[in-house]
């Protein structure tokens, strides 16, 4: 178990932090190019325009290492509804419960800034086997599933977190 001690959490981004989400999301070896892309221009859109992006970050680096993050941010036209875009751990520090952490910060920032539930998205191919675990081990229940939403035989599953303003729910 990783000790939340021997990080430094922040929200703010700096102009180094796209690339290195890349690289992040990259050691993971299993998201494509153009999901890896995405996170890049997700980080490249809060550094310029701030809150108006709607994204929100929380990063845990370990000295100069990003070693992970979250993307979230409120649903536009969705009372009080956020949405975890990402979170992911640099392999080299996967398993260890860095990204239980990081998603308990993520959700306490989103509580605290009014939100009621969180809704996340993956694929159900094999190889996400992991992080259906992973959602289900912090709460999240399967709300929806869209067949062949990514691919033939790659559905959609929708991934939701109820939790009171202020107060996650336990």
């Known amino acids: 178990m990783i000790l939340t001690d021997q990080f430094v959490f922040r929200a703010i981004l700096r102009e180094t932090d796209p690339e290195a989400i890349g690289e ?48 979230f ?17 640099h392999d080299h520090f996967r398993g260890k419960g860095l990204g239980s952490i990081i998603l308990d910060k993520s959700i306490g920032i989103m509580s605290h800034s009014g939100a009621r539930q969180v809704y996340a998205e993956t694929s159900s ?3 996400y086997h992991a992080t259906h675990q992973f959602y ?10 869209l067949k062949d939403f990514y691919d033939l035989g790659d559905d959609k599953l929708i991934y939701m977190r ?3 303003k202020g107060l996650v729910f336990d």
Request: charged share 25%; net charge negative.
């Open 24 to 71: 992040l999301v990259r050691s993971a070896g299993f998201f494509y190019q153009e999901e890896i892309e995405i996170a890049v221009q997700l980080a490249r859109e809060r550094i310029m325009k701030g809150e108006n992006s709607g994204y929100f970050f929380l990063l845990a680096d370990i000295g100069n290492e990003l070693a992970g993050y979250a993307c």
């Open 73 to 89: 941010g409120p649903v536009p036209g969705a009372k009080d509804t956020w949405d975890l875009y990402w979170v992911a751990v």
């Open 125 to 127: 191919r094999e190889m």
């Open 136 to 145: 289900e081990k912090n709460e999240f229940l399967i709300v929806a599933r």
């Open 162 to 164: 109820k939790f009171m």
